[in-house]
């Protein structure tokens, strides 16, 4: 038995992040964590023998800048950039690709359409002014709705300074633009379904929706916010896969003094007159705490780590609709070379490889999209998936053995319950309708194969920790941001019960590797501990 300041429940990247943050402050402060290594969804392992997998979580540029300063992470990790955002091959064997200078991106749209070309400047500089005052929300702790005080209504003044920067013409085209389908605002500016799928795909890769739905213009913003590139997503790879850069965080909460076991899975949390007192292990172990944090999504902390015969009805109705809904994939293939895109047939080796190492989108419109997520509402997985590549060992070699590759792929839609059958017997089937799509642009796909490894929706939460195989800990949606995440009264990391604190990507402002929720949690938690 031992006393804590705090204890973090999950190794997650974002409960690290807590803990650093913490010990930081002087804190004594203790990570526990299941699994026998940390990461949580960004971790890298080998699924095959000389292959680093990213297995879940996979890119770069989303990390906080502030986390990563403050951690001094430069030192420690290194990260590579993409000089190109999306490589976008196409059914009839053109290619569309996305590069970071927007003159070369706008070269590539003329190919598809010369009002496209000329739109698209206009565009990303609107996006990138509308993304700001989204990432600038990130960082603030939520009013606590229906309830303000005073306190809150001061800092909601601080949203005020972007939004001042945008203008009052811009400010309602942010109102205006946030509920909308992506594919709404696309329509607007765009003719060429090749440059909508482009950017459109982005607004559905973190959701079960498709860019015909309300709300999905935020995610597009969202991630926008988040990129680090001032484009609609992140492009890159972490040397040694995502799970260097959580050893990293690890290793700096470390050296400030925390705490991290491993093999340590939490049981429940100990309450006592309305207050967390501590945890209690799976093996018995009881540990004592002034603060305990839950790394875990809310619906696990409140309906398996409390007894939720202790919520109250209408808190526990909340918890009950928090919306998960995963409906992606991920799929790895150890390659014995490099795959053949029928679009780059004429491009030399140089340029076609940098080209793939890129992330590699098939979503050749935003009405297929759309059709890939028409199947989920039925219970079936789609027949012609949206599928989001990467192939990470063109970057970073040091991902797969000498002369080989590592393909990452995220494949949409597939509801978490299928109407016929389930995943432990359809995935294979899906994971075959996802190679016989992408042998479509690459047809030399199948031969190179050596091993695959499926991960269901299941998988993802049974291994990972990520409840219907949602990696954000539920939906990114409007209805689940900013108050309202995780739920109403609930989305200043704080908890109905005294001492307890939530840190996790289910907390506001959500997913992605970005260690925003982590960071915003420790605040609020070293500014209860001085009052």
Known sequence: M?????????????????????????????????????????????????????????????????????????????????????????????????HRETAKTVQEIARFSKADADAYPEFIELMQALAGVVGALGHMTPMDLPEVTFGDLRGAVRVLGPGRKLGRKRISELLRILPMPAADILNEYFESGAVKGAIGANSSLGVSFGPQESGTAYTMLN???????????????????????????????????????????????SVEDGRAMGVILESGEELIANTVVSNADPRTTFMRLLDPRTLGTKLLQHVANIKYQG???????????LPQFT??????????????????????????????????????????????ISIPSILDPSAAPAGQHLMSITAKYGPYELRE?????????????????????????????????????????????????????????????????????????????????????????????????????AREILKDSKQ
């Open 2 to 98: 031992g006393n804590y300041d705090a204890i973090i429940i999950g190794a997650g990247h974002n409960g690290l992040v807590t803990a650093g943050y913490l010990a930081r402050a002087g804190r004594k402060v203790l990570v526990l964590e299941r699994r026998g290594l940390v990461g949580g969804a960004a971790v890298t392992e080998e699924i095959f023998p000389g292959f680093k997998v990213s297995s879940v979580a996979d890119g770069v540029g989303y990390l906080s800048p502030t986390v990563r300063r403050d951690f001094k992470l430069d030192s420690h990790v290194e990260t590579i950039d993409s000089d190109m955002i999306a490589f976008c091959p196409q059914p009839d064997g053109s290619q569309l690709t996305i």
């Open 223 to 269: 991630s926008w916010a988040l990129s680090g590139n001032g484009l609609f997503r992140s492009a890159g790879v972490v040397k040694g896969g995502m799970g260097a850069l959580c050893d990293a965080i690890a290793s700096a909460a470390r050296g400030f003094g925390a705490e991290i076991r491993t093999d340590a899975a939490v049981a429940s949390i």
């Open 327 to 337: 409906s992606g994939l991920r799929i790895h293939l150890a390659l014995s070379a």
């Open 343 to 388: 679009s780059l047939s004429t491009a030399s080796g140089d340029d076609a490889s940098a080209r793939l190492g890129a992330p590699i989108q098939i979503a050749p419109s935003l009405d297929y999209i759309e059709r890939a997520y028409d199947c989920s509402k039925f219970g079936r997985f789609s027949d012609s998936p949206f599928l989001d």
């Open 421 to 521: 059958g389930n995943w432990d017997t359809q995935k294979k089937a899906f994971a075959d309708v996802v190679l016989n799509t992408l042998a479509e642009y690459a047809p030399d796909i199948r031969n190179l194969i050596q091993q695959r490894h499926v991960l269901s929706m299941p998988d993802l939460e049974s291994i990972y920790g990520l409840p219907e195989g949602n990696p954000n800990h539920g939906e990114m949606i409007l209805n689940q941001f900013f108050h309202m995440r995780p739920i109403p009264g609930h989305a200043r990391y704080r908890t109905h019960i005294d001492g307890l604190y939530l840190c996790g990507a289910g907390c506001h402002p959500g997913g992605g590797v970005t260690g925003v929720p982590g960071h915003n949690a």
